[in-house]
């Protein structure tokens, strides 16, 4: 497949040359410039970071802006960010109150965010962390400390960047980005694979007309392989897979996102979103603030992702509350 590129070693900085350029809210900040942080800065208020690999745009570096994120460290395709950018992010968000570290669980990250934190530490910088671990298929439900974290973790962004923006404590922003991460559920499904820029090959198999349910956004391996099944008949296993790991103390109103992997096109997130919503309806269920587009991707591969926030009272309030980024904008 061809790609749209000049070097493949400078494809991540061309890349955030021209999202920093075509949004003008966002700045490329640090040693490397592998830091995207807001404009207008962070001041008196809680920080909150995440970061990640690129290639999975809008995560992690598309959601910083008012209301969100103040900071992003951005790694190479599918690589960690580094030490250093992590380090220069969790700087830059600095205004005065502490800042939350919120990002996937990943080796990778961890090792060298909980590095960067420590560091942090020394400069006087408190710091807490909050992993994503939304997706379904990568651990039971006995574990989930071991899931990774998927589309699922813009809920736990929308609302800790919330709460910080309305003057919350570290320790009220950290807590609600765990609570909205422990009650979120994603569940994915890959129809083709990606192919890293510069690498000889896709970054797994999949043979045309097959479906892998459960497959993580680097292409790790699912619950299942089959051959291609109707739209309905998969949707409707998504949804009986999430709502049977609900939070046991789930309420009845969740917030709902369709999300595209990157190949897959808004028409066929529609024909997904179409029966979806009955059949949570079904369940009794109300869906408030539905989400339907490409919130989280993975380079061209081809397949969606459903992920369920079941809300409560302050977290729903929280997703209503304004915010702004280049690729979502609340309230």
């Not at 339907?292 to 369920?308: F, I, K, N, P």
Request: charged letters at 20%.
């Amino acid at each position: 497949m061809s790609q749209l590129m000049n070097d493949p070693r400078d494809y991540v900085d061309e890349m955030l040359d021209g999202l920093v350029l075509a949004h003008p809210s966002l700045m490329r900040h640090g040693t490397g410039g592998r830091v995207v942080r807001r404009n207008s800065g962070a001041t008196g208020k809680v920080g909150v970071v995440s970061g990640g690999g690129s290639g999975h745009l809008p995560l992690f570096t598309g959601y910083v802006g008012p209301g969100l994120l103040d900071a992003c460290s951005v790694g190479n395709v599918f690589e960690g960010p580094n030490v250093a950018s992590c380090g220069e992010a969790i700087a830059v968000a600095n205004g005065g109150k502490g800042v939350l570290c919120l990002y996937g669980n990943y080796g990778g990250d961890r090792m060298n965010f909980d590095m960067a934190c420590e560091m942090a530490e020394v400069e006087g910088i408190e710091t807490t962390t909050v992993l994503g671990t939304d997706d379904i298929a990568s651990a039971d439900a006995d574990q989930i400390g071991r899931r990774r974290g998927v589309a699922g973790i813009i809920y736990a962004y929308k609302a800790a960047g919330a709460l910080a923006e309305a003057g919350g404590s570290l320790a009220d922003v950290t807590a609600i980005a765990r609570r909205t991460v422990e009650r979120t559920r994603t569940l994915g499904f890959a129809l083709a694979p990606c192919i890293v820029p510069g690498a000889a090959a896709p970054t797994f198999d999949l043979p045309e007309g097959e479906i892998e349910m459960g497959m993580g956004i680097h292409g790790e391996p699912g619950i299942w392989r089959d051959r291609m099944k109707p739209a309905d008949r998969i949707a409707d296993e998504m949804v009986e897979r999430l709502l049977a790991n609900a939070p046991a103390d789930a309420s009845n109103r969740v917030s709902l996102l369709v999300n595209s992997l990157g190949a897959t096109p808004l028409e066929e997130l529609y024909i997904l979103y179409r029966r979806v919503v009955p059949q949570i309806e079904k369940a009794g269920f109300e869906i408030v603030a539905p989400l339907v587009g490409r919130y989280t991707t993975s380079m061209e591969m081809a397949g969606a992702s459903l992920s369920l926030c079941f809300l409560d009272e302050e977290i729903e309030r929280l997703v209503h509350a304004p915010a702004s980024c280049p690729f979502w904008r609340a309230g």
